[in-house]
Nanobody, 123 residues
């Protein structure tokens, strides 16, 4: 089992920045690809970003590429999502997830999920 706890969400003005953190406990953190997903009210969950176990490869949704950066510190069992140039359309609950294998953009192929943290971007 892996337990994931997100933090760092909040209210920010358009153009601002936030950094989300995802603290993991349980099984070996570095065994997992870590991903970030989001779900806006009334919409389906969507992929945001993912990172391999050693940070060597990252993936991003087109909508956040160039604005968001995913990273991880295995020594601290923590993954991060730095979000810059935020837009109102980035408003959503953000979830981190851990995957042992599978397609990184497919949420249903992740093994563990956090409870989510709300990000609200005002215009």
């Amino acid at each position: 089992q892996v337990q994931l706890v997100e933090s760092g969400g909040g209210l920010v003005q358009a153009g601002g920045s936030l950094m989300l953190s995802c603290a993991a406990s349980g099984r070996t953190f570095s065994d997992y690809v870590m991903g970030w997903f989001r779900q806006a009210q009334g919409k389906e969950r969507e992929f945001v970003a993912a990172i391999t176990w050693n940070g060597g490869v990252t993936w991003y949704a087109d909508s956040v590429k160039g604005r968001f950066t995913i990273s991880r510190e295995n020594a601290k069992n923590t993954a991060y999502l730095q979000m810059n140039a935020l837009k109102p359309e980035d408003t959503a609950v953000y979830y981190c997830a851990a995957q042992s294998s599978g397609r990184v953009r497919e949420g249903r192929e992740y093994d563990y999920w956090g409870q989510g943290t709300q990000v609200t971007v005002s215009s």
